[in-house]
């Protein structure tokens, strides 16, 4: 089976979600995947429909690169399922925690770290790294 035709359905949800600048290209036996997602969500369903289709992702021959659409200074809602967001001197669960963001709370990004952490300012002025998981643009 190509590979395209073994994920059309996660290629047609990204058209769905509206990825931006979705690219899609098979080289050395790996499907390359790579655009921008306007939303933690859209973000979220597309990494939960590749679970479906290929579980704990173990056969490799996918490379899903999408990041979430957030500019600098853009405002970001915390999307954590009820509890606070720690905000961290570093980018890394190991980095002390210098604050916390409530769930629905609205933060402003400073910087997009990687895809994983994001640095942001709280109401309060408190700015450190977050996991970018947890954080929607408005």
């Avoid at 995947?33 to 289709?53: C, E, H, N, P, R």
């Avoid at 980018?91 to 990004?109: F, N, Q, S, Y």
Wanted: proline share 2%; net charge negative; aromatic share 6%.
């Amino acid at each position: 089976m190509a590979l395209q035709e073994k994920y059309a359905q996660l290629l047609t949800a990204a058209q769905t979600h509206g990825v931006e600048n979705l690219s899609v290209a098979e080289q050395n036996g790996v499907l390359h995947v790579s655009g921008t997602a306007k939303s933690t969500a859209d973000y979220d369903a597309l990494w939960a429909l590749y679970s479906q289709i290929d579980p704990n992702m173990a056969s490799g021959d996918l490379m899903m690169n999408i990041d979430i659409k957030a500019d600098t200074g853009a405002q970001l809602k915390v999307t954590t399922d009820s509890t606070s967001l720690n905000i961290r001197s570093t980018p890394t669960t190991d980095g002390e925690i210098v604050g916390k963001a409530a769930h629905d709370e609205v933060v402003t990004l400073v910087e997009k770290t990687d895809d994983s952490w994001w640095k942001v300012r709280t109401a309060q002025g408190e700015e450190g790294y977050a996991y970018a998981q947890y954080l929607s643009p408005m």
